[in-house]
């Protein structure tokens, strides 16, 4: 029953349900923590007998709060914040460790500038970054946040809109030199293609980019965007590339820019157990 007496439910328990809501996971919320798995299970079963009902239930999902959990969920974050301002310069500081999926070029290009300029303003906030180019994951994930490319369709999660992009062609000068310049996109399926491996990564909006382009002569593929960008500079063909990695390299030049320009959007899915976390909602501002 919930009556135990209040003394009897240890305040890093209830931290560490906080962990799992938020993650999902006990191994993921073991990491957070800096404990092992079989600490966070032991401090669950610990709250549950405390409180004399489950805290925690298993689903496909992962594991979700139940009713009782939800209960005890705010004076989880009450213990938290009380916490991040005992360590705190101000109360406005930001502490504890946000674990973050993205996209390699996305990690690079937006989010390692961001995230690095909030710490150290925030020196108690610490920063997992998790590279991976893929769909947002149906089930629970092991993150805070998890940046995808196109809109997520993932249960039980919030998704904002971070930042739209274009994929366009683009080729090395020396290629364009010693090769026809492409008139049509007909003219393509003269080329070799430099994008990603069909069928790795399962990303609608990627794959429905290459769909608009036949067939090449060959192809470079790799899952990673760096390696489409080096690739295309060293001149093996034309590439597919994103716009904002491509339009300042004063090797490659935008290829039939009338005929194919695809938008492409950044989306981040986020918990909402995680978004009623100061830190991660002042993260994905930034992002």
Not at 93 to 120: K, N
Not at 179 to 185: A, G, M, R, S, Y
Request: hydrophobic share 45%; aromatic share 6%; net charge neutral.
């Amino acid at each position: 029953m919930a009556a135990h007496a209040p003394q009897q439910i240890s305040p890093e328990d209830l931290l560490t349900l906080l962990a799992v809501a938020r993650l999902g996971k006990f191994t993921a919320a073991a990491h957070s923590l800096g404990l092992n798995h079989t600490t966070v299970s032991r401090r669950i079963a610990a709250l549950e007998k405390a409180y004399g009902q489950r805290v925690l239930v298993a689903s496909p999902d992962g594991w979700e709060l139940s009713t009782a959990g939800r209960q005890l969920l705010p004076i989880a974050e009450d213990i938290e914040a009380a916490l991040g301002r005992i360590d705190a310069r101000e109360s406005s500081a930001l502490s504890g460790t946000i674990r973050i999926a993205c996209p390699q070029a996305f990690a690079l290009e937006y989010a390692v500038p961001a995230l690095t300029a909030l710490q150290i303003s925030h020196p108690g906030l610490q920063i997992e970054l998790i590279t991976a180019t893929q769909r947002a994951r149906q089930y629970r994930s092991g993150v805070d946040i998890e940046v995808v490319v196109g809109r997520p369709d993932a249960p039980r999660s919030v998704a904002k809109r971070i930042r739209d992009y274009r994929l366009q062609l683009y080729a090395s000068q020396e290629y364009l030199r010693t090769h026809p310049v492409p008139v049509t996109l007909d003219d393509l399926a003269e080329h070799r293609i430099v994008y990603y491996i069909e069928n790795a990564l399962q990303v609608d909006d990627l794959d429905d980019a290459s769909s608009e382009i036949p067939a090449g002569r060959g192809f470079f593929r790799s899952t990673s965007v760096h390696a489409h960008v080096l690739a295309t500079a060293n001149g093996v063909g034309i590439g597919i590339l994103p716009d904002f990695l491509a339009r300042d390299s004063s090797r490659l030049i935008q290829v039939l820019p009338e005929l194919f320009s695809k938008r492409v959007s950044y989306w981040a899915s986020v918990r909402h157990e995680s978004l009623r976390n100061a830190a991660v909602r002042s993260i994905l501002e930034v992002l």
